[in-house]
């Protein structure tokens, strides 16, 4: 495509050549033989293409052409009129006159062989690759098409853009540019010319020095996007394969402020394998051209890229592109764009990393008979592992083995070679995509400008066209999906305007919707159970393949979507089915569609990549779940709700949110397209270019512009181009529009070929043509005439010159005769001599002597007339002031005296003038002062804030880690202390054994009683069970009444919608003649419509079947849960009571080995035992008894749930089956009901166009009768008069005495008409003075209303600003702050109770050393075994630590998850604002549900609690081990089968969920076309409603234009003094309002001094705690001093441990007493195992503390999203405090071994060690008192800071609320002052228009008066006359 023109220096050259037709152009083709009414084109089969000929003859539908002499037969419809040679390379083939494909296809021919590759189609701009480059993209060319419109220059991209720039500037609309078309058609370079264009034109200026502009980072995005998103394919050496949409940002003055970009479909397949002539993508082989030095060595790499196989499958190198070059500018535009020098190597490192798995995917060997895969060869295993920052061996385990999760535990799965292949390339394609997504990401980060404001933005769409291959797969049909919605869209939109202007310039024409003709397509993919619902659904079911889906696909779709067809085989013998598109029809093969779409990966391998050390592969896999140890409890809930994104969900989003983003923008569009397939300048494919204009929808265009008026001209052009035509009838019409209507009507055009609009002419396609034709035949005629008359007169010229030369000949012929003649007479000689002397012959010389003489006089005159004006001047001037001398001297010295008074009182005004001056000059400095002053308080509060800022959240950083140590700490008091509880019972135990043996007998006496109770108990719960039961089929019946109450209310609304229908046809009645027509569609639509009810409420009745099921399956799983939750207690509990009998048994064989009498006990408690065993059998016998019923009741209710949801299946595929039926049906009477539809529609626009004209039309007779009124009052007040005129006419001609009177009368009558007129002129003269005068006030006064209102709204988002952070940092101060300085007291007064707590501890150490060196002469040859048991515990301790650590990082994790769990949590607060109406109608029945269930929670917990006795109870009572073990294998066999129970009743579930969410899609997709058509229906009524208001807007002008009268002017003038007034009264409440703000402008001030008085006060006590804090920490490094001391005191023990050892000899005979020690220690032993078994347990118990710690996380996810960005930069802290919180650990794990020993010691020391022990009790929970006392107080602050911030909130919605409400009001008034405008605007027109009729009137009064005149001379001379003849 049209690249760069390299230029070495000088200026650009000129682009004219290549963007304009030349003038010889022009002539040329003016040449080409043309009949207008003979040149045809006709279809060559040979290339595709079209060839010009002559028509011949004409039979029929068949007609002769004559093409290069060869005689040749077509159909009519194949041959197509050319047109003249006037249109040829038009500019915009829009206008073309013939739009045919072959006179498309002949314009873009004839544009391209003459180097003019772009044109213009209408809103199309088509750019033809021109294969070389042009100098059409420099700055020069831009400097054409800057500022101005697309028709004032040229075809070009740069038009495009420039357009769009236009649009958002003068609209404020949003603008998006489309550019599609095949590979190699030049998308991206257009697209990159287009940027560079804004880049250039747009250029924001501002830049710090050393820093990259905007501009710059912006097309710096190229290198890096083309190196990973560019490949060689077969047309292209540098194919984009992803779709991109650029917005590129401007703020309000046009500038750019930023851009960013979206991606759509990486080719991901081209990854793996490439074909043989073409190439993957660029970045590899940029990355082995050592373009970068050190890259190989850090990426692993070898100098060959032969080695890797997975991008040398192809082509390696190609010669248009310099692969080094290419990295140098990559490598560049990464620094360029703000990348790290670790970022950029980790994007390389990864994707040097996929070359690497290319050559795994070879090493894997199959072992054994299983075939399974293993590695012989790990090298490049290795490198794999050190790029991603991974374990090697462990990869390799999971890439043979898998890891799946089965139930509750993790099972590992063998691997084939090809699935262990498969699985690497998997994951090589997703860290390639998720890399490159991320490189995005990072360009939109770094080309966003936070400093610059964003308004508008023009968006770039660079995405594939239509896409018909011999082979179609899954890419195909996505981005032919994609192109169908691009041209729906475009077709919309570009007959929208065009309908638009037809509305606009008063056509008669029916709007048509052109884009409902792709719909069918588009709902075939989207609609319910469509090919893309059919896709997703078989995506979800694992056993699903593509044979299934093929299947499913012909079963629901062909037959019923008439664009799904059975494949073509010709192309593809292998395609599965065909889509009819708007281009062609297209085969598709769905082979390995499923897979693709699920795009599966290896889950353990994921957690490895995301647990690894490259940073940048863990956030390409952070939004992955990965494959966690445990999974939380919410998870399964939250991926059952969501389930796996597949592809082309993912895919289908992105594009509804393109659609949404393109129907809110301004398009425009450019079609790229290929001219040939050989890459030839010049050359022209026919058949090529035509497939691509019916793909890119050129065609489809045109086909739109057809049906319409195409040819569109301005009445000025018309009338100058075809005036000829009818000159006459144009120079007597009116206008314009009245001449080309002469002009149309004058050649008997057909008015349906043509329509007069108001300020156009518009043709049908082909009649501009025709016009050409009637021209030139007029022209022919015309020049025939003037050439008859040129050749008439050159001919009388001629015979003119013929007949002036024979005279000049008779002329010569005399003279010669008389100069003979005279040559011989001597007086003519002497007359010749004496001639030249005479006077009379030289007046010629005399004239020009005076003639010099005059022009020189008036020449001077000038200057003398100056001169003597200024000398007069002078002369003037000195004689008064010689008159005012002498006046003086005259007048005296008092004329001196009042000049000198004059002087002083100027003197006097001129110094205070200058005082006011001075007084104001002070006033300015000191408000500039006091400017200047509150300036830098300013800064310095915004520094102070900042400052602020930073400590606050440093305080919070260490209020969030002391409150994490104060909870590991309390975690840390809570164990120590229920060990020494633990301890304490066991010691009391211990003693009370021997005394609790006299009451064991009553004791299991009453403990047979309880048991009976319990039994009782058991037996009313289950009672209570079958009330809850029964409660549920009561709650299910209230559902059903319901239900009938909403079938009734239904009813009823169909009764409201009956009565409306009824209402509109009696409206319709009134037009008698459609009346029978109306009743007949009304029929029919009723019938229909019942139909479509029928249809609706078998939907409700199935939506609400399923809702049932879906309550009842939501019970089934909360009881499943309750059991299994009671399961666990119940195991818990068992292992708990089997340590402490085993505890127990032992204790009793050392108590029974003692003495003899408890030997006898031990019978009888063996006695008592077995039939206590005996009963406990038999309540077990029971208990099995009533659970076997309990799950015989849940089997029933599964069998029953079963079998409704097996017959509402067969209902559903009843009434799927109805509804195809009801389809068809409704398919075949689809058009008739459209047809009435529309009729139906016209009727009611006109009916309620009528109504609103007849509405409109009453009004305006009253007003009419009104008139008429005033009218017949004038009238009879008229006839009056001319009842006494006629009346005074006759006595005048009865008598002459009552003519005087008369004329006197009508003097009287003239006087006071012409005073009533003078009076109306002063009234019109005042009237427009005050008109005047009020403008000018008010333009004042609104001026000072917006500058007020500017100043109030700056200065209110001052305040609030200022004030929302004062009170924000007050509130954080006195919240955090305060908390802060008591949590560190707290602190360090525990750090001094520890301190004193260790120095008993050293003390009790330095004790405990005395007496172990006294015992360690005791002990001998046991060493050896005490120091393995001790290694064992040690071991188990490294465990437990262990454990601990696994424990901190699964929090770490879980930690980093709250931010993706923030972000699903906002999605998933979208989706709950969907189902909320849902939530609703559920809430009744979740209310009870949720009752009963904690009902029946509480009793199960009672009986758990119950149980838990009864088990504690018997372990009193010392059961045997082997009566345990009994027990645990009955209770194993149990669990087996509840295991077995609960995985069939979890399979049925997952069956029904799975049924569920089959209806939740389709229910979706019911809900998406209801809306979608219900939107529809609203643009239709909006247009029709836009339609009749310009209807109804012309009539009530017309009509007010004709009834305004000079009354309605008076009214005007009253009300605009009273709007006036009101506008005053407003601008006074705006003055007081300001005001008012001022004051508290000046209160916020004062409270801002207040609060920076309480900022230093709480800086001086942050010092006063900063110093506590290093007095805390001094007193720690003395207590590590210690710590020291007390670990060399171990040293010195375990020197005296090796003196022992050397003295072991000497302790031979100490070895029986040893051997009771040995009994007793091994007793230790066995304690020491039940303690490490609690510590197990407990934590178990801190895991489920830390699960639940986070659900309450989850609750807390809002406030984590606010302080997400804190928390990042409180990372590293955390991190140094966890280091710290470790060693801490392990000083706590080395005081917890010695207090263990400590406990061994005080156990054989005694009651000492013990007392010592309890006061450690009390300590320890008068310390937890104080904890929770102050914890509590820390809530009490923490709630007291909420209540604060509501308060807060709560006043800043209200400042926004009246801020809102001030600025309504200030639209109003401006609206008001519009209205007024207008007005007075009015009022001018009525005042002209009554001084018109004054005028006339005035003209009649005269005429009148001249009659009047007239008549008195007329009887003046009867009277004369009459005298004469009575004399």
Same mark, same amino acid.
């Given at each position: ?340 020098k670790e970022e950029k190597y980790d994007v390389y490192k990864n994707t040097a990393c996929m070359m690497h798995m290319g050559n795994m995917t070879k090493d894997f060997v199959p072992v054994g008979k299983e075939e399974q895969a293993e590695i012989k060869d790990d090298t490049n295993s290795i490198k794999v592992a050190t790029l991603a920052g991974i374990d090697p061996e462990w990869m390799i385990n999971y890439f043979c083995k898998p890891k799946l999760k089965v139930g509750t535990e993790w099972v590992s799965k063998g691997s084939s ?171 598709? #093969? ?286 003037? #001037? ?242 499943? #849960? ?806």
């Open positions: 495509m049209p690249g760069h023109i390299k230029k070495s220096s000088g200026p650009d050259p000129d682009p004219s050549p290549w963007l304009c037709v030349s003038p010889e152009l022009k002539e040329k083709n003016k040449l080409k033989p043309y009949d207008p009414k003979k040149s045809v084109w006709v279809v060559n089969k040979a290339d595709g293409g079209y060839l010009e000929g002559l028509l011949e003859s004409k039979d029929g539908a068949k007609v002769t052409v004559n093409v290069n002499g060869e005689m040749k037969v077509y159909k009519e419809d194949q041959v197509c009129q050319v047109n003249p040679p006037k249109f040829d390379c038009s500019d915009d083939m829009a206008n073309l006159t013939f739009l045919g494909d072959a006179c498309v296809l002949w314009n873009s021919t004839i544009r391209y062989v003459n180097q003019l590759i772009y044109t213009y189609s209408g809103l199309f701009c088509i750019a033809i690759n021109p294969y070389k480059r042009f100098p059409i993209y420099t700055l020069r060319t831009m400097e054409i098409y800057v500022g101005r419109r697309r028709n004032e220059c040229p075809p070009h991209i740069f038009a495009i853009a420039e357009g769009a720039y236009q649009g958002m500037m003068n609209s404020g609309m949003n603008q998006s540019i489309l550019i599609t078309g095949e590979s190699g058609a030049g998308k991206t370079e257009n697209t990159k010319k287009v940027i560079s264009y804004f880049a250039t034109i747009c250029s924001s200026g501002k830049r710090k020095e050393g820093e990259v502009s905007l501009e710059d980072k912006i097309v710096q995005t190229n290198p890096v996007l083309e190196a990973w998103g560019n490949a060689k394919t077969v047309r292209n050496d540098n194919s984009s394969r992803f779709g991109k949409f650029i917005r590129i940002h401007f703020n309000a003055s046009g500038k750019l402020s930023g851009a960013d970009m979206v991606v759509y479909l990486l080719e991901k397949s081209r990854l793996t394998y490439q074909q043989p002539l073409e190439r993957c993508y660029h970045a590899f082989y940029n990355i082995m051209s050592d373009a970068v030095p050190d890259l190989k060595e850090k990426c692993l790499l070898t100098d060959n890229i032969l080695d890797y196989w997975y991008v040398s499958q192809g082509k390696i190198t190609v010669p248009s592109i310099d692969d080094k070059e290419d990295m140098q500018f990559a490598d560049e535009a990464f620094d360029i764009l703000g990348f790290t070679c090809s699935n262990a292949a498969n699985s690497v390339a998997g994951i090589a394609r997703a860290i390639y995509e998720r890399t490159f997504r991320l490189v995005v990401d990072k360009c939109n980060e770094t080309l966003i400008d936070p400093t610059m404001k964003k308004v508008q933005y023009i968006g770039v769409l660079d995405i594939a066209g239509f896409e018909i291959f011999d082979y179609n797969g899954f890419e195909q049909i996505c981005i032919n999906y994609v192109n169908e919605k691009l041209q729906q869209f475009f077709n919309s939109h570009m007959f929208t305007l065009e309908q638009e202007e037809y509305v606009r310039e008063g056509l008669d024409w029916a709007n048509v919707d052109f884009g409902m003709d792709l719909q069918k397509c588009i709902d075939m993919f989207e609609k319910p159970m469509g090919l893309l619902a059919v896709f997703e659904e078989e995506s979800l079911f694992p056993k699903a393949t593509d044979q299934t889906f093929c299947e499913k696909l012909h079963s629901n779709l062909l037959g019923k979507w008439p664009n799904f067809a059975k494949p073509n085989p010709r192309p593809d013998p292998d395609a599965h089915f065909a889509v009819i598109h708007y281009a062609a029809t297209v085969s598709y #093969n769905l082979t390995n569609w499923l897979e693709k779409n699920k795009d599966p990966l290896n889950d353990t391998i994921v957690e490895m990549i995301k647990n690894g050390s490259n940073s940048l592969m863990i956030q390409c896999f952070a939004d992955h779940p990965g494959q966690p140890l445990e999974t939380p409890k919410d998870d399964g809930g939250r991926k059952k709700k969501g389930g796996g994104k597949t592809v082309s969900s993912y895919f289908k989003g992105q594009l509804d949110d393109l659609m949404t983003t393109l129907y809110k923008t301004e398009p425009h569009f450019i079609r790229c397209v290929v001219p040939n397939t050989h890459k030839q300048p010049g050359g022209v494919e026919p058949g090529l270019i035509m497939h691509q204009y019916q793909c890119n929808g050129v065609l489809a265009g045109i086909a739109i512009c057809r049906k319409g008026f195409p040819n569109k001209m301005i009445y000025a052009e018309f009338k100058a181009r075809y005036n000829i035509l009818a000159a006459k009838l144009v120079a007597k019409a009116k206008n314009d529009k009245a001449a080309a209507g002469a002009v149309l009507e004058s050649i008997n055009l057909d008015k349906e070929k043509y329509r007069l609009g108001h300020t156009k002419v518009f043709f049908r396609a082909g009649i501009l043509g025709f016009m050409e034709e009637v021209r030139e035949d007029k022209i022919g005629s015309v020049l025939a005439w003037l050439q008859s008359g040129a050749r008439g007169k050159a001919s009388r010229m001629a015979f003119k010159k013929l007949q002036d030369q024979k005279l000049a000949l008779y002329c010569c012929q005399r003279t010669i005769r008389n100069f003979r003649i005279g040559k011989t007479w001597l007086w003519w000689q002497i007359w010749s001599a004496i001639k030249p002397h005479l006077k009379c012959t030289q007046f010629g010389k005399y004239k020009e002597e005076f003639e010099q003489k005059i022009a020189l006089a008036e020449a001077n005159i000038d200057k003398a007339i100056a001169d003597r004006q200024k000398v007069q001047a002078i002369h003037d #001037n000195l004689l008064s002031q010689k008159n005012e001398v002498s006046l003086a001297l005259t007048s005296g010295g008092s004329a001196v005296q009042d000049i000198i008074d004059k002087a002083v009182r100027v003197e006097n005004i001129a110094n205070d003038i200058q005082k006011q001056v001075a007084e104001v000059k002070k006033r300015i400095k000191a408000e500039e002062e006091q400017k200047s002053s509150i300036e830098d308080q300013m800064r310095k509060v915004e520094s102070q804030i900042n400052q602020l800022q930073s400590e606050v959240s440093t305080l919070e950083r260490q209020l969030e880690n002391s409150e994490q140590e104060r909870s590991d700490k309390d975690d840390q008091i809570r164990t120590l202390k229920d060990e020494i509880a633990h301890q304490a019972d066991m010691l009391a135990k211990l003693g009370k054994e021997k005394k609790s043996g006299i009451d064991f007998r009553q004791k299991v006496e009453e403990d047979i009683q309880t048991m009976d109770d319990k039994c009782n108990h058991l037996s009313r719960v289950k009672g209570k069970l079958e009330q809850a039961l029964d409660e549920a089929e009561d709650a299910l019946e209230r559902e059903k009444k319901s239900k009938n109450d909403v079938e009734k209310l239904k009813r009823k609304c169909e009764g409201d919608f009956k009565l409306t229908q009824e209402a509109v046809v009696d409206l319709e009645r009134v037009k008698a003649e459609l009346a029978q027509t109306l009743a007949r569609k009304e029929k029919e639509y009723s019938a229909l419509s019942a139909k479509i009810e029928d249809e609706g409420s078998l939907g409700s009745k199935y939506q609400k079947q399923i809702k049932e099921l879906q309550g009842r399956l939501e019970e089934l799983d909360e009881e499943l #849960n309750i059991e299994r939750s009671n399961r666990a207690k119940a195991e818990k509990s068992r292992s708990i009571l089997k340590k402490d009998i085993e505890d127990i048994a032992a204790r009793l064989e050392e108590a029974g080995a003692n003495t003899g009498t408890q030997v006898e006990l031990n019978k009888k408690r063996e006695g008592e035992l077995s039939r206590l065993k005996c009963e406990l059998e038999e309540l077990n016998i029971a208990h099995e008894g009533t659970l076997a019923a309990l799950r015989m009741k849940h089997n029933n209710t599964m069998s029953d749930l079963g079998e409704n949801i097996d017959s509402l299946n067969s209902s559903k595929v009843k009434a799927e089956k109805d509804k195809s039926g009801l389809e068809r049906d409704l398919a075949d009477s689809r058009a008739s009901l459209e047809d009435a539809v529309k009729s139906r529609a016209e009727l009611e626009r006109t009916g309620k166009l009528l109504q609103g004209s007849i509405a409109e039309s009453h009004t305006k007779l009253d007003e009419l009768a009104r008139a008429m009124n005033e009218a017949d009052s004038t009238k009879k007040r008229l006839t009056v008069e001319n009842q006494d005129l006629s009346r005074q006419i006759e006595e005048l001609e009865n008598a002459l005495a009552n003519m005087n009177k008369s004329k006197v009368s009508l003097a009287t009558q003239l006087e006071d008409t012409k005073r009533l007129s003078e009076s109306e002129s002063k009234d019109r003269s005042s009237l427009l003075t005050k008109y005047k005068h009020m403008t000018t006030e008010f333009e004042t006064y609104r001026e000072k209303i917006e500058n007020e209102h500017l100043k109030k709204s700056d200065a209110l988002k001052s305040l609030s600003k200022a004030q929302a952070e004062i009170q924000l940092w007050r509130s954080r101060y006195e919240t955090e702050g305060m908390g802060r300085v008591e949590e560190l007291e707290g602190n360090n007064s525990k750090l001094r109770s520890r301190i004193t707590e260790a120095e008993e501890t050293i003390d009790s150490l330095q004790t405990k050393l005395a007496n172990i060196e006294k015992s360690k002469q005791r002990i001998g040859e046991d060493l050896d075994e005490i120091s393995m048991e001790y290694e064992r515990v040690h071991a188990a301790a490294l465990i437990t630590e262990k454990r601990g650590k696994n424990f901190d990082k699964v929090l770490g994790e879980w930690q980093a998850k709250a931010s993706d769990i923030a972000c699903e949590v906002e999605a998933s607060n979208n989706e709950c604002r969907n189902y909320s109406s849902e939530l609703y109608r559920v809430k009744a029945s979740h209310d009870e549900a949720t009752e009963q269930l904690d009902i029946v929670k509480r009793e199960n917990k009672n009986l758990a609690d119950e149980i838990k006795d009864l088990l504690d109870q018997l372990g009193d009572g010392g059961r045997s081990i082997h009566d345990l073990d009994k027990q645990r294998r009955r209770l194993e066999v149990e669990k087996e089968e509840l295991q077995s129970a609960l995985e069939e009743a979890e399979g049925a579930l997952e069956q029904e969920e799975n049924k569920v969410l089959r209806a939740q899609l389709e229910l979706g997709q019911v809900r998406q076309e209801i809306d979608r058509r219900l939107a529809e229906k609203d643009e239709e009524f909006l247009n029709t409603r836009k339609n009749h208001d310009r209807a109804m807007d012309s009539l009530n002008a017309s009509l007010e234009a004709e009834q305004k009268a000079k009354g309605e002017a008076l009214r005007i003038k009253k009300k605009l003094e009273g709007d006036i007034n009101e506008l005053e009264i407003a601008l006074d409440h705006a003055n007081k309002a300001n005001s008012e703000g001022m004051k508290t402008i000046k209160r916020y001030q004062s409270q801002l001094r207040e609060s920076l008085q309480g900022l230093e006060n709480e800086s001086r006590i942050r010092q006063q705690i900063a110093e506590q804090v290093g007095i805390a920490e001094r007193k720690a490094a003395a207590l590590s001093a210690e710590m020291e001391e007390s670990r060399a005191l171990l040293d010195s023990a375990e020197r005296g441990k090796r003196q022992l050892e050397a003295e072991l000899a000497d302790t031979r005979n100490s070895v029986n007493e040893m051997q009771s020690i040995n009994s007793k220690e091994i007793a230790v032993k066995r304690a020491l195992e039940g303690n490490l078994h609690t510590i197990q347990a407990e934590i178990d118990s801190l895991l489920q503390a830390a699960k639940s710690s986070e659900e309450k996380g989850k609750r807390a996810m809002v406030d984590a999203a606010r302080l997400a960005d804190e928390l990042r930069a409180e990372q590293d802290h955390s991190a140094a405090e966890s280091r710290i919180k470790r060693s801490l650990e392990t000083q706590l794990g080395e005081l917890e071994t010695k207090l263990t020993e400590a406990e061994e010691n005080a156990i054989r020391c005694g009651k000492s060690a013990l007392s010592r022990l309890e006061t450690k009790v009390r300590e320890l929970e008068q310390e937890l008192g104080c904890t929770q006392v102050r914890t509590s107080e820390n809530m009490k602050g923490f709630q007291k800071t909420e209540r604060k911030i509501k308060e807060l909130l709560f006043q800043q919605e209200e400042d926004k609320k009246n801020q809102d409400k001030m600025s309504e009001i200030a639209n109003k008034l401006q609206q008001k002052i519009k209205v007024y405008k207008q007005q007075i605007e009015e009022a001018e027109e009525i005042a002209a228009l009554n001084l018109a009729k004054f005028r006339k009137a005035q003209q009649d009064f005269e005429e009148n008066e001249e009659r009047v005149k007239l008549a008195d001379e007329a009887m003046y001379s009867l009277r004369m006359n009459r005298g004469s003849s009575l004399l």
